[in-house]
């Protein structure tokens, strides 16, 4: 896992920071549209909701919420 870069939610991430066409897709097919729209991202995150996420801002991170251990984006990704 890389290094949290910009820990400040006020601070503007470059790149695109928000995938609400993601949701419903398979999260590995998220995680590599991601990391293909966005090259400061390089750590994506896949988790089941409902989970506890760490409480820090990184502009290098997004967390994909999938609804069930083999299901599919419930919310949209975004930079957190």
Excluded at 4 to 17: E, I, L, N
Excluded at 45 to 50: F, K
Excluded at 61 to 77: A, E, H, L, M, S
Aim: proline share 14%; glycine share 4%.
């Amino acid at each position: 896992m890389s290094q949290c870069d910009k820990h400040d939610p006020s601070y503007h991430c470059p790149g695109k920071s928000y995938w609400p066409e993601l949701v419903g897709a398979k999260p590995l097919d998220a995680k590599a549209v991601i990391l293909s729209e966005n090259p400061h991202v390089d750590n994506v995150v896949i988790a089941v909701y409902p989970a506890i996420a760490p409480p820090d801002f990184c502009c290098n991170r997004v967390y994909v919420w999938i609804d069930r251990p083999d299901g599919t984006v419930k919310f949209p990704p975004m930079i957190d």
